[in-house]
């Protein structure tokens, strides 16, 4: 299977400052990031969502409160027919120096563990942070780039622009 992994925070959600998600409960989505997905999952991309949390072992948000939120964000999906596969994330503090905290290539690894079926030379990387080029290059995927040029990527202006490079 074809899969689009994707970012989270910046990407498809709005992304704030470590100390505002504390307080942060209900998902934003980005401008365009639906209609994209949408159009991802035409194309036969399975839809898989990696994300770093480290704001959970660092204490900025609980473990309930991460989950509470990603419920809120998959119920606004299917709402609007987008199915996520799956969702991998990374709850560790830098500090732990863990292997799945992007750019580390463990939460992919866990996704082609559980997935055999995926084919990395026909699957794509969206971020918005070096990281996520990073990761993408390292696994020969891919990349697209939200914002700022950085490394081996298609620079896009936000998700929707996806649209128009793919
Ligand atoms: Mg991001
Ligand atoms: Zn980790």
Redesign the pocket.
Known sequence: MNVAFL?????IVK?YEDSTWSRITRPEFIEGAISTLRKLQTLDYRLIIITNQYLINEGYISINQYHQFTSLMLEELIRNEIEITDIFFCPHAKREQCNCMKSKTGMIEAALTKYTNIDLSESILI???PV?VELANQMNIKAFKIGLPYGNSTNVTSLYDVQNKL
């Open positions: 970012d989270r925070d910046g990407t992304d971020g918005d942070s996520d």
